[in-house]
């Protein structure tokens, strides 16, 4: 089988520019430490970099509230910077995908700005504003990062709505000149030659705008029935897709908060022309309770078997996801898949070769290829997110016990995927030469860049190998996937078209497990354990590939 689209072929690797590396000792990642860094990700075999966002921000949510859409912040270097990094990483063939955060800007940002100071002026309807009922908010709704959704301003007595924090309002895609300045933002980035977007919380821009209270208790809820999928969500992705960005040979991913399978082909099926991708997040969500991250409830293997089969079920030959085990919103996939104490190398090459083979454009966060895990902080203080922080507060306030706000931020923030970089085991980890913006997980002294350059039988050298072997072999872009067993902890699938066939069996486990029963006409092809053979018994945290013959 031939090549055919290469979004689907990319390997996507996600980089935090904040922690990626620094340049110039500050102690802020930036644009010059990716271009040091651009031969390390040719190396690795990746295809396209999807860039978190490095544009003009006051960082009261790390970027994702924006200030000036045309302009690079300077902690992160000048538009000159992102031009060269785009040049040297083309040379390499290698495409840079943008974030595109526009459900929402800063308050900071001009429109916001004008928006606020009287009830008349022109950027009024940028925005959502309402009356309050009786001194209280406009409806019940809760923001993603606790409170309210709504922030009163006492200049027009009227509140404005915010799903993210009270500076990052959100923008109301129901005024047609919104979505011309939407369209003119993603203009002028790809004139500029980026290859595409992830378009952050897409699912979230048309409101329901009875804004009645809602009756559901538990957010993961909210968000699917209230916050996400509104009525005019594929009007709009519509409108922007068809006015700008189909006239490009661009990407698009779509985050998917509230996109569930029934309605996943409305936004990435083939004949819709609205998106190529989406990153569901439906197990990324498990072991969010009723409260989400910080309310905790036990979750399964089998729950995240059952949603991968389901997803790809649901898309079959009809649409495309993306598929990824974490990013900069969630903890570290090894410590929440893997075992990231006794199995760490064992079930940092598991994780990979599900992400190479599963039916989806794999996306690599940061890290994962050298198995990087979550830190654990001493101190309340030394929580950097907004989510975390606003968590700690609100729970110090009803007057739980600190030691348990500890262990939950530490277990479920996401500062963990956050820490820098770790090139190498002198100071700092090599990220930077100044004090780092966020503390650097200690375990840099063992696990970092260099060390797993060393080790042939290192997680670099087998995420090289399985990048390798997920683009020597189409099948595992375009074949068919069947799963053939899934119950903790085994997962076992095939992926098969006309003229390969493979089986894929992964034992999540930490001991060693009968090999389930593999079909009729498949030989051993390898393993992720170092020189193993086809033995009887799988090994904890092995997967191993079959081919038939
Ligand atoms: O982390 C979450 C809340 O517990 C997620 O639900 C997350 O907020 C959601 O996936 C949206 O994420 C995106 O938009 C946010 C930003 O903070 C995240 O970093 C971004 O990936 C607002 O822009
Ligand atoms: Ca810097």
Redesign the pocket.
């Known amino acids: 089988m031939t090549r055919q689209i290469w979004w689907k072929d990319a390997v996507i690797y996600q980089i935090y520019p904040r922690s990626f590396r620094d340049s110039n000792g500050d102690g802020i990642g930036d644009i010059r430490g990716i271009i040091e860094k651009v031969d390390y990700l040719a190396d690795l075999g990746i295809d396209v970099v999807w860039l978190?966002p490095v544009y003009q921000s006051p960082n009261d949510?790390?970027g994702?509230?924006i200030s000036d859409y045309r302009s690079i912040h300077p902690d992160f270097g000048t538009l000159a910077d992102l031009d060269q990094l785009l040049h040297l990483l083309h040379l390499r063939e290698i495409r840079l995908i943008m974030?595109l955060?526009v459900?929402?800007t800063s308050d900071e940002h001009d429109w916001f700005q004008e928006s606020r100071k009287s009830l008349d002026n022109p950027y009024r309807d940028y925005y959502f504003w309402k009356k309050g009922q009786n001194g209280a908010p406009p409806n019940n709704w809760k923001s993603?990062?606790g409170g309210s959704a709504w922030a009163y301003e006492e200049d027009t007595d009227e509140y404005y709505l915010h799903?993210?924090?009270k500076k990052?309002p959100d923008l109301n895609w129901e005024n047609p000149v919104v979505r011309n300045e939407v369209c003119d933002i993603i203009r002028f980035w790809l004139e500029r030659g980026v290859d595409g977007f992830r378009m952050?919380?897409i699912p979230l821009i048309s409101k329901r705008l009875d804004f009645k209270d809602t009756q559901l208790n538990s957010f993961p809820e909210v968000?699917e029935q209230v916050y996400s999928n509104g009525p005019k969500v594929h009007k709009y992705i519509g409108e922007i897709v068809g006015r700008v960005i189909s006239n490009y040979d661009v990407m698009t991913v779509g985050?998917g908060?509230g996109i569930h399978t029934e309605v996943g082909l409305d936004y990435v099926g083939t004949d819709r022309g609205e998106l190529n991708m989406i990153f569901h997040?439906d197990h990324?969500?498990l072991g969010?309770g009723p409260k989400?991250?910080f309310d905790p409830i036990p979750f399964s293997l089998n729950d995240v078997f059952e949603i991968f089969n389901r997803w790809d079920d649901a898309m079959a030959n009809e649409g495309w996801i993306s598929i990824f085990l974490d990013?900069?919103?969630?903890t570290r996939m090894l410590s929440r898949f893997g075992n990231d104490q006794n199995y760490r190398i064992e079930s940092a090459k598991l994780l990979v070769t599900l992400i190479m083979t599963l039916r989806g454009t794999p996306c690599i966060y940061q890290g994962s290829e050298i198995g990087m895990t979550n830190i654990a902080y001493e101190r309340l203080e030394d929580f950097d997110d907004?989510?975390s922080k606003n968590f700690i507060r609100e729970a110090l306030e009803k007057g739980r016990e600190p030691s348990e706000i500890l262990e939950l931020v530490n277990r479920h923030g996401?500062d963990n995927a956050r820490t820098p970089m770790q090139w190498d085991d002198s100071m700092h980890a090599g990220f930077t030469s100044g004090h780092p913006w966020l503390t650097i997980n200690p375990n840099y002294r063992r696990i970092n860049v260099e060390e797993s350059k060393n080790d042939a039988n290192g997680i670099l050298h087998f995420y090289k190998k399985m990048i390798a072997f997920r683009k020597e072999h189409p099948v595992f872009v375009y074949g068919d996937f069947t799963c053939l067993f899934a119950a903790d902890p085994i997962y076992m699938y095939s992926r098969s078209d006309d003229q390969q066939s493979f089986v894929v069996v992964h034992n999540f486990g930490d001991h060693r497990i009968d090999m389930p029963e593999i079909p009729k006409g498949y030989g051993y092809h390898f393993s992720s354990y170092p020189n193993d053979q086809a033995r009887k018994l799988l090994a904890p945290w092995e997967s191993r590939i079959f081919i038939k013959s």
Request: a negative charge; proline letters at 3%.
């Open positions: 978190g949510d790390n994702y509230d974030d955060v459900n929402h993603f990062f799903l993210f924090t990052q952050d919380v968000v985050e908060p997040l990324m969500y969010f989400g991250r990013n900069h919103d969630f907004v989510e996401r």
